[in-house]
């Protein structure tokens, strides 16, 4: 179906990064349908990648049995649906990522509870 806009949209942003106390990050673990949507989180962007994998996300995912056999070296990274690399030692503004910004990730071996995602 074809859509006609009726005007410009011009309208100040709700939930523009100057209200939270740091970015707003989407966080998903692919295949883990324990957790049915990415957590929206603010994260301080000098946060480095290894410590928000091994300080903030046992607090989102670590419910989750797989959690503690994650093998983060072998972890597959999707930055707003594309393949992505992070460096585990810099930061999340040296990785590049902002305001909104959707992080995915894959655990290859770990499907869901006892493989239920496959």
Request: hydrophobic share 40%.
């Amino acid at each position: 179906m074809t859509m006609t806009s009726i005007g410009k949209y011009e309208f100040p942003q709700k939930d523009g990064a100057e209200k939270f106390p740091a970015p707003l990050l989407f966080l998903s673990w692919e295949d883990h349908k324990m957790f049915c949507a990415p957590f929206a989180v603010p994260l301080p962007p000098t946060l480095k990648f290894a410590d928000m994998c091994r300080g903030a996300f046992p607090g989102f995912f670590g419910a989750h049995p797989d959690f503690a056999n994650i093998d983060w070296d072998k972890a597959e990274w999707f930055k707003s649906g594309q393949p992505w690399t992070p460096d585990m030692e810099k930061t999340l503004a040296e990785n590049g990522l902002g305001h909104k910004d959707v992080i995915r990730f894959r655990t290859p071996g770990l499907t869901g509870l006892k493989g239920s995602a496959h």
